[in-house]
C-alpha cells in the first residue's frame, strides 16, 4: 500500500511538471516580443528575418522567403510576440530584419538589434518598401 501512494505521488508530480513546462511554452509572455512605438494602426503581423537590411525592392524579394523566416506573430498591434516557424518562443539576438505586414501587401522594414528576443524600435524608423528603389 505505501508503494502505491509513493507511485501514485511520482505520477502526480510529474503531470505536474508537464503541465507547468506546457503553460510556459504557450504563455506569450514567456517569448520574444518586439514593441513598435507610434505604431497606430492595426497590421497583418509581423515577421522576423534573417540579418540583412535591403536597399533595393528586388534585394528585398530575395531575402523574404520561408527559408529566411525565424519568426512571426500574427498580433495585429504593439507589442508582438514572437515565436519561431515550430511555434516555440523567439529568443535570439543579434540584428533582424524585421517586416510589419499591412493589407494590401505594404511592407514596412527596418534591421532590428534583437537581445535574447526582445526589442524596441519607433515606427517613425521604419521603411516602406515602396519607397525603395527597383533594382
Not at 4 to 16: E, Q, R, T, V, Y
Not at 35 to 46: A, C, F, H, N, R
Amino acid at each position: 500500500m505505501k508503494n502505491l501512494k509513493n507511485i501514485f505521488g511520482i505520477i502526480a508530480l510529474m503531470a505536474l511538471i508537464t503541465l507547468s513546462i506546457t503553460a510556459c511554452e504557450l504563455d506569450p509572455h514567456k517569448t520574444g516580443t518586439l514593441t513598435v512605438y507610434g505604431l497606430s494602426m492595426d497590421v497583418q503581423g509581423v515577421v522576423v528575418y534573417t540579418n540583412g537590411v535591403p536597399t533595393t525592392q528586388m534585394q528585398f524579394r530575395s531575402l523574404v522567403s520561408l527559408e529566411n523566416a525565424k519568426a512571426e506573430s500574427t498580433g495585429m498591434s504593439s507589442p508582438f510576440y514572437l515565436f519561431d516557424i515550430n511555434d516555440k518562443p523567439f529568443m535570439q539576438s543579434g540584428t533582424f530584419l524585421v517586416v510589419i505586414l499591412d493589407f494590401p501587401e505594404i511592407f514596412y522594414i527596418h534591421g532590428v538589434e534583437f537581445r535574447n528576443g526582445f526589442a524596441t524600435i519607433w515606427f517613425d524608423e521604419m521603411s516602406s518598401f515602396t519607397s525603395l528603389p527597383l533594382w
